[in-house]
């Protein structure tokens, strides 16, 4: 089993620079199907877990795939399947997404039911009530759910979301490309992923408005094609750098993060102390002239509000601030399994209903502990930055679902790191 393990106590510093957004990439990839003339050229492609599963699953489906480093063609003018291989989908949430291209384009999808996951019960219900409003009738069996479209494929229609879900935003919006006639979603997500996908299906022929707002309008189009897209940076590996720079740094430069996808986690990070410098280029983060953090209150919601994928990341730093924190995670309903984790360092951590409080000490104290999803494993790298001793981190394949070298790039900013593959006895 893999390990990272980390001597703490060595101050970061110099230049990170941020890859591709994981959370963008995802259903950009799977937005790609919608193509049926020409192929689509995307750059800035990160190299996760995640991606890997996503390009398994569209190749599956029919499209032609050319993966270099960082830019991805996709021709997905021969679409063959409509029920990707389960065991895929059911790896990767996210997978869900392929449902709106895929009934929209060819009329029907199949897709296995994403289970819950350690954050929490993950539903798709929206995503289906979206799907079914615009004329698909869906019904669940053996595990998976069954789209049809209806003769003449679906139509336009007002959806309002009772949660601002991310990915049934995405669901709906890719569908909606090329149905007849426009639909509206009402309470959107206005995560910037979603933007940069309404983005890349503009340019793929659709014609999307109001992204980034919490009202989206699609008005159909009868047939897309590929185009050539720059993915947008990744917020929430910007924000873990920076969160680390601020507790472990002499003065980080995040390159590549972009302060206006950032602004709740800046506007903490100062109120803590730490001090904050951006420009065209990039986010330099100083450390708390005091050596310590001041105690915050956060509280998780959908953008622009602090972000939920940040949460397990301040915690972290948190456990050495001044005073008592509290963080109240609203999104998810069981987002605090680092908790226990950080417990095994020393931290002082206590839950009441969704609130983590936690009470800061002087120092954590290295341990071996273990990622439970992929936040819990960056929020554990970075305590163990600032730990007393070795800590040990397992569980990476969390970490690779949504890091691009987490590793090699706290190396190069002087941390005392290293990835161990563990090797496995043989009798
Ligand atoms: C690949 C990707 O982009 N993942 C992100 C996406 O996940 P994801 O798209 O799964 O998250 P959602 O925005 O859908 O979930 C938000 C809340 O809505 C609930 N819900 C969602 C859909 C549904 O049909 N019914 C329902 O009740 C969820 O249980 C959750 O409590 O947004 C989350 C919230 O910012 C982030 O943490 C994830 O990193
Ligand atoms: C929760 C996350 O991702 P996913 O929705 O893919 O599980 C995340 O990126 O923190």
Redesign the pocket.
């Known amino acids: 089993m893999a390990k990272i393990v980390i001597e703490g106590g060595h101050r970061i510093s110099g230049t990170v620079r941020i890859g591709g957004a ?2 963008a990439v ?1 259903p950009i990839l799977a937005a790609s199907l919608l193509a049926s003339d020409g192929a689509s050229y995307i750059d800035d492609v990160p190299s996760l877990l ?1 991606v890997e599963h996503m390009l398994q699953t569209i190749e599956a489906l029919g499209c032609d795939v050319q993966n270099g480093l960082g830019s991805i063609r996709i021709d997905a003018t021969h679409v063959n399947s409509y029920e990707p291989p389960h065991d895929l989908v059911r790896q ?3 997978s869900f997404v392929v449902a709106g291209p895929l009934l929209t384009r060819v009329g029907e999808a199949v897709i296995a039911l994403p289970g819950g ?1 350690n ?1 929490g019960p ?1 539903p798709v219900d929206l995503h289906i009530k979206g799907l079914e409003a615009m004329g698909a009738e869906a019904r669940i069996e053996n595990g998976c759910v069954h789209f049809r479209a209806p003769k003449g494929g679906l139509h336009g229609t007002r959806i309002y979301l009772d949660i601002p879900s ?2 049934a935003t995405q669901n709906i919006m890719m569908a909606a490309c090329l149905a007849q006639g426009q639909t509206i979603i009402e309470n959107a997500a206005k995560e910037p992923e979603n933007v940069d996908l309404a983005n890349y299906l503009n340019a793929m022929g659709a014609r999307v408005r109001g992204a980034g707002t919490d009202t989206i309008r699609i008005e159909g189009v009868d047939a897309m094609h590929g185009a050539n897209h720059n993915v947008i940076p990744d917020r ?1 590996e910007a924000g873990t750098f920076l969160i680390a720079g601020a507790i472990a740094g002499n003065g980080v430069y995040v390159e590549n993060a972009l302060s206006q996808h950032l602004s709740s986690l800046l506007a903490k990070l100062e109120e803590a102390g730490a001090i904050i410098e951006d420009d065209v280029r990039g986010i330099r983060v100083y450390p708390v002239q005091s050596g310590r953090m001041r105690a915050l209150d956060v509280k998780t919601h959908y953008h622009p509000a602090y972000p ?2 940040m949460q397990a990341q301040m915690v972290a730093a948190l456990c050495t601030a001044v005073g008592t924190s509290t963080i109240t995670e609203t999104v ?1 309903e069981n ?1 605090f399994m680092h908790v226990a984790e950080l417990q095994r360092m020393g931290a002082e951590i206590h839950i009441e209903g969704r609130t983590a409080i936690i009470e800061g000490i002087h120092r954590l104290s290295g341990a071996e502990v273990t990622s439970t ?3 819990a494993g960056a929020a554990l790298v970075i305590a163990g930055l600032v730990a007393d001793g070795v800590t040990t981190v397992g569980g990476l394949h969390h970490i690779d ?2 890091y691009d070298n987490l590793v090699g790039k706290f190396q190069a900013l002087g941390a005392n790191i290293r990835r161990i593959e563990e090797a496995v006895e043989v009798c």
């Open positions: 994981k959370n995802l995640d990767m949430r996210a996951c954050i993950r991310v990915g929430i939920t994928d998810f987002r999803d992929l936040r679902r949504g």
